[in-house]
């Protein structure tokens, strides 16, 4: 069983960057294909990014490519999720999500097995 904690959300400005982060323990983390999604109230939970669990492959919804970054530290169990130029609609909440798979990340919210409890991203204007 892999647990997920998210941290590193907050209240910015558009134009701002933050970093998140996704810690994962037990189970072989290190061997998940890790995405980040996000969920706005009464809206379905959206792709945003997703890392192989090598680090070779990653994968980027439209809406942010160019502005944000996924990288992976296996070695301290650590996914993060780097947001430059952020934009009042990127405000959500944020969660990581990790699936037992070698292969590459996938973007449908039902291919993943472990869900953390998200983290509040608020980007004003």
């Known amino acids: 069983q892999v647990q997920l904690v998210e941290s590193g959300g907050g209240l910015v400005q558009a134009g701002d960057s933050l970093r998140l982060s996704c810690a994962g323990s037990g189970g072989h983390f290190s061997l998940c294909a890790v995405s980040w999604f996000r969920q706005a109230p009464g809206k379905e939970r959206e792709f945003v990014a997703g890392?192989?669990?090598?680090?070779?492959?990653?994968l980027y919804a439209d809406s942010v490519r160019g502005r944000f970054s996924i990288s992976r530290d296996n070695a301290k169990n650590m996914v993060y999720l780097q947001m430059n130029s952020l934009k009042p609609e990127d405000t959500d909440v944020y969660y990581c999500?990790?699936?037992?798979?070698?292969?590459?990340?996938?973007?449908?919210?039902?291919?993943?097995?472990?869900w953390g409890q998200g983290t509040q991203v608020t980007v004003s204007s």
């Open positions: 999500a990790a699936r037992a798979s070698a292969g590459a990340p996938r973007s449908g919210a039902h291919e993943y097995n472990y």
């Open positions: 890392i192989s669990w090598g680090g070779g492959i990653s």
